[in-house]
């Protein structure tokens, strides 16, 4: 245990300082403003993992020439309903919310519209995007595929990312409904907390090196660090027994939607190495749909619905011990609710990060710091 | 144990006297024949919880009136890449089958379709539709809300259905990618296999009165009858521990894309009742989708892809003990090529179900019993 200090930031300061961190690195103004809203908008949401705390990681990737600052961002097919675009590896977010945006955009004309992202990198927490069809009047939805680490049923080693299923719908007087959610029963920070905590993890989280459940959350986490073999497990954990075979299935489904429909890489091939082991440029791809709801019925019925639906369940008895039933989102939308007023507090390790980068990049940091315990 | 009469029959002869049941029903000859396709189509796939099991509910939902033999089915809302579809309390294959084409012929126009379905009723196994899309160059997703049996997360009574998720791709050389799986960890009719052999079911899989984990499937079913609480779990079982909470989400996600959407009822009102608890016509809603392949990348390369990725995952280490490692619809591809030629032999208690029906309508069943030892 140590004492460290904590930043505490306004949500729009914190955008302002991750913008400018990037456009120190050569990334182009409105670039720079998408990826900082992207981070902090989870940060804000309560995702931590996917918040300023990967701020560090683009600027490495970016250093490394591994992501390009000024990529040539293409749109390589359309029609009026689809398009396909590649993002020449640059950063995820930018090319991501132009695609997000041009599927509204056809949405919004034809009533549907779908477009998906080649040769991208990280591209945020997978909500982002459904959540910017929200204020258009479209459901949204996102997926992408992403770094492996996810053990297919009955195979020894990982194959699969936690590749994310995203989608949102508005609500009237209730928050919208915004699942956002990785298709291995935990991502992998899960097993890091555990680790510190020196707890053990349930069995159905991960595999050991001989594809076996685990409840050692340590072994795991040095397993992929040696490409010792095991993994996290699907949804669902080992085998078919608990429905394993459905969380891989839709591993895999995020796997076709993202990348074999763009023409991404898929499965492991997604961080590439070179014959020395270095790092290659990565090639993730992305999926974005959205759908006008006016175009099925009239959007204030839908969203009466929507709130009848929310109120059916949460309204719901309870499993005794339980003090509320919750809907998709419901936790994120209070969580941003609360920190858009009154700031966020990032956490010592990221917050000692910023103010590393603030130093080395000449960008001031609008926050105060706490004195804080941190584990 | 008892002895009993199986039948076993060419699929085109079971598909004719499925159809042939229907017309004496009064349904329309066309509207007989998808039906009977999409049944039969389910027996061949090794789906036979989905197949001619059902004839006989269908029979008794248009002898009651709950369903309508001649609906008048409506396109309601349309825009180039969208429709609403209200299938007048009919049979939910037909309205279906149209959804579904129209979700195609759009796709194959501007590159995406979506087409949505109310008032509509049970529509066969949800792999269905999509694997209509396969046919066409086109990636096909189908969705359908359904009868009461899942409770949410921290909820002690049921009030989602099972909600499948169904999405199909083809390979090349390899078969195609269908996904079709249920929201829930197990279907009802698990339980009822446990149940009939005294075995305990795996805690996970349902809850009995009070909301808590059981192994005790017949308590479940009695629950069930008794409307006395507890129900099927979500995908990832009790609580959020083991991911239960993103299988709730996912059931969740159905309900607003094919009842929010589409404007059919939704959660607990799917099946209603009368103040004397008799039961009203049903109000299902579907979710369609189609996305032309070649509107992305071309469908070759589309299809090399998918052989890559299918051949990664296959050819994977295993576990030890386990011989083959699965892609989902490949069970189901193996059982159709052989049940395509070997014909299908359908359990002792459907064909006793199947023959009383051929003598009721008057309806030859164009197949040979086999007598057969059946549990």
New interface residues.
Partial sequence: MSTEQRLHIDATALTQFAAAVLEAKGVASADAAITADVLVQADLRGIVSHGVARLRRYVDGLDSGLMKAKPDTTVV?E????A?IDADGGLGQPASHLAMSMAIE??EK?????V?VRNSNHYGFAGYYPLMALQRGC?GISMTNSAVLVV??????A?LGTNPIA?A?PGGSEPP?V?D?ATS??PRGKLEVYNRQEQSI?M??A?DA???PTDDAGKVLRNFQQLA?GGLLP???AGE???G??????A??V???S?????AA???QVYPKDADGKPLPANLGHFF?A???D???PQA??EA??D??QQ??KG?????G?D?????GEKEHDSHAQQSVHGITVGAKVSADLLALSKEYGVAIDGTLDDSTDT
Same sequence: chains 1, 2.
């Fill in positions: 097919n029609t009026p309903a689809t396909l056809k949405a034809l009533g549907a519209g779908f998906t459901v297919p049923t009955f195979a020894r080693n194959l989608v719908a409904f699942l959610m029963t935990v349930p159905g989280w595999t001989a594809g076996e073999g949804m669902g954990g027994l608990l429905g075979h459905k969380g891989y299935g839709l895999v489904l796997e076709v939607l990348a074999v429909l763009s023409g898929h499965a492991d749909g759908l006008k709801i175009a099925f019925r019925e839908f619905s929507m009848d639906l059916r369940l719901a008895d309870r499993v005794e339980q509320r039933i919750w809907v998709a």
